[in-house]
């Protein structure tokens, strides 16, 4: 196993361009929001921040202002063991603005953006390889959650809408990987944390499941938040 070199072959960011988010500040992103029904009611909605957990590694989708010191050299996505860390959010996003209303349940199938809250940047993944294990790099891109094509994945369920209680997988646009960990372990500065990566094959290691988070549920007339 290949493992980076210096400080574990990461260097801190310079700054980052989004607010940290509070756990009140969580709550008020449903504002507007109501109740759904029917089959959509455990449905990912569009406009949601949450946590994804891979499966097999009981780890969470992760990023924070470090970047990766080869490769892309761009912000870098981990998994991590622990639940309440706050860099683990994601925001549930359209391919392009206005394609994914907030609100509508997100379908099997459909074209998503994931964008990190913390730091703006949207989850992404090129030609580099990864750090660890050789596979193809998956990092954190963008300002302010406009990136590039690259940002761009498909949510793969065998249902009609990606369900809170189903595993799913995340297969990339771009290059037609999988994100996926498979259990490599970073040293200083992140120790413990998990490489995330990509990889042509679907299997037991790129299922991701909704854990913590916000859900805004589509409604007229109503508003209610829902934390899982």
Sequence with gaps: MRRPSGRGGFRPLASRSWPLLSPLSLLLLVCGSGLATGA??????????????????????????VKYG?????????GVE???????????R??????????????????VRLTHVNTGKNL?????????????????FGDDGEGDDLDVWTVQCSGTYWERDDAVRFKHIGTDVF??????QYGH???GQREVHGIHSPNHHNYWKAMEGV?????????KHDEL
């Design 215 to 223: 859900f805004i549920k589509p409604s007229l007339d109503s508003t």
């Design 189 to 191: 500065p992140i120790r």
């Design 94 to 111: 359209g391919k392009t603005d206005g394609s994914c209303q907030r609100g509508t349940p997100v379908k099997c199938g459909q074209t």
């Design 179 to 184: 994100l996926t960990v498979t259990g490599e």
């Design 70 to 78: 080869s490769g892309s050299g761009q912000q870098s996505v981990t």
């Design 124 to 140: 992404h993944t090129h030609h580099f390889p990864s750090p660890l294990s050789n596979n193809q790099e998956v990092s954190a």
């Design 40 to 65: 959509e009611e455990g449905a990912v909605t569009c406009g949601s921040v949450l946590k994804l957990l891979n499966t097999r590694h009981n780890v969470r989708l992760h990023s924070h202002e």
């Design 82 to 92: 622990v639940s309440d860390d706050a860099n683990s959010y994601w925001r549930i």
